[in-house]
């Protein structure tokens, strides 16, 4: 197999390859729901279909293992939108973004319910987030939007003592607030749990195959790399995939890497860093540093914002090791240089940005029975539950509070055209990176760079610009 992302390679065994790639193909296949993508967008969605409509007939299609896309390589951090409350509000109103919020804290719980109810080993760890400021600057990031959640009587942040902050195991970290709605999960180990609960209850999932093209109104035919499938609905949840698919969505997205590392095993050291539990820690910057540890006393530490691809292609760069193991070394000396951590192995994997930071689910071209839902721009862990919920409320085309939320048949703003959009990210990209390094060392940043910087609009994890005319 080539190379995999380490949460993917500890979730798959030999069996798992050797069962896939032995299965059957789809053969002449009817079905009412064809779903493609093998992720958590897809099973979610199928899982939840097959919940409320246990006849319904099913088929996940997905042109590698499923989990080898985002799901199976993400940071595995569970946050909830309460921290992009001001861009909920901007987007789409204040009852809109309540009511977003609320169900993300509850996502957050409802996940860890169900992997416990169906005996997914996942190490998911319902331990709340950390958001932290790991420099000067950030001190004041926490304020406003806290603020703004207290006036809405939405405020679950906590702003932590002297004492409390040390949860974070890192002396960088200066201030902060933590929220008990939050954790940490296996990720991989998710997505595989969620295969095998969708094929128990009747879900058909063909993997090694990929969509290739669709027609038809009604009665659609689905032409994949080992034939045709006929069904009545159909679902693209491809994530990062979406734009080349879909050539619409090309100026919806903007693919760019998160890159990670994670260490060896060493149980003791995390203890006694007080880092012996699974809650997120995250810093107020636009390209976050973020981390986690895992059960078995590994320290997970990911940073968003560093390869931009050309066109929105999901390249072989994101199949590789880092590229970036020199960031990613800088930012394990920032949190814990003092700790002689050995770093494991590094990966990469794309995310799919939307202008406003927030996924889109919707009827592609209007048509009543092809959906599609992306963009959940790194944050999609637990939203992509949410999603699955959405989607399949759109299926079963249910008058209920998902069929009708803001994130359903969005007018998308769109990113500028080629090579525009690209040149435009790098340099913006490299006006972060220098304002970034300069609060790192307590110099002020260059004026352009602080402007240029703003231009990422709402890129980071905390909503870094609430408007005052939100604040009462
Ligand atoms: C490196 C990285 C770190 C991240 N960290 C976090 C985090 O810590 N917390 C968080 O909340 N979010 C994080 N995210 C985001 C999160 O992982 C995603 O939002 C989420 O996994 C999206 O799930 P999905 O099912 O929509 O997409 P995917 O898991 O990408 O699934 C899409 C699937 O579609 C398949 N596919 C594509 N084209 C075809 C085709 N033609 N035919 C058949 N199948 C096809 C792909 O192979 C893929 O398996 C991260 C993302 C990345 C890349």
Request: net charge positive.
């Amino acid at each position: 197999m080539r190379f995999q992302p380490f949460w993917f390679d500890e979730a798959i065994t030999q069996a798992d390859i050797e069962a896939a790639a032995s299965a059957p193909h789809h053969g002449a296949l009817d079905t009412q729901v064809c779903i493609i993508g093998g992720g958590f967008t897809g099973l979610w969605t199928a899982i939840t279909l097959k919940k409320q409509k246990p006849e319904l007939n099913i088929a996940i299609i997905e042109k590698d293992l499923c989990g080898q896309g985002a799901s199976g390589r993400n940071g595995g951090a569970m946050l909830t939108w309460s921290s992009k409350f001001a861009s909920l509000i901007k987007e789409f109103g204040l009852e809109q973004a309540c009511f977003l919020v609320r169900q993300s804290e509850q996502a957050v719980h409802d996940i860890k319910a169900f992997t416990s109810k169906h005996g997914i080993e996942c190490d998911c760890r319902i331990d709340g987030t950390y958001y932290t400021a790991s420099n000067h600057s950030q001190r004041n990031a926490f304020g406003p939007i806290t603020t703004l959640l207290d006036q809405h009587q939405l405020n679950v942040w906590q702003t932590l003592t002297k004492a409390q902050l040390q949860a974070t195991g890192s002396n960088a970290n200066l201030a902060g607030i933590y929220s008990p709605h939050g954790g940490s999960v296996q990720p991989a180990k998710l997505v595989r749990g969620l295969m095998k609960v969708a094929k128990a209850l009747g879900v058909k999932v063909f993997e090694h195959t990929r969509y290739l093209k669709h027609q038809g109104q009604d009665t659609l035919t689905i032409t994949t790399d080992k034939g045709e499938i006929r069904a009545n609905q159909l679902v693209f949840a491809v994530n990062a995939w979406l734009p080349s698919l879909l050539p619409q969505f090309s100026r919806s997205v903007v693919l760019v890497s998160s890159d990670m590392a994670i260490t060896t095993p060493a149980p003791e050291k995390l203890a006694a860093m007080r880092l012996n539990h699974g809650a997120p820690v995250i810093d107020a910057r636009i390209f976050v540093n973020y981390y986690r540890t895992t059960s078995s006393g590994r320290l997970m530490l990911g940073k968003g914002g560093n390869y931009f691809s050309f066109n929105n292609q999901v390249r072989d760069t994101f199949h590789r090791a880092s590229r970036y193991q020199a960031i990613l070394e800088r930012s394990f000396s920032h949190f814990f240089a003092h700790h002689q951590l050995e770093i494991d192995r590094t990966w990469t994997g794309p995310s799919d940005r939307s202008v406003s930071g927030i996924p889109f689910f919707g009827h592609l071209n209007g048509q009543a029975n092809v959906f599609y839902g992306s963009g959940y721009s790194g944050n999609g862990v637990v939203q992509s539950y949410l999603g699955g919920q959405i989607l399949a409320s759109l299926l079963l085309n249910q008058h209920n509070d998902w069929r009708h939320c803001a994130l359903v048949n969005q007018t998308l703003k769109q990113f500028p055209v080629e090579p525009f959009r690209t040149a435009g990210a790098l340099m913006v990209r490299n006006a972060i990176r220098r304002k970034e390094s300069a609060e790192d060392n307590n110099m002020p940043p260059h004026k352009l760079d602080v402007w240029l910087s703003k231009l990422s609009g709402s890129a980071a994890k905390l909503d870094p610009n609430v408007k005052q005319e939100y604040i009462k």
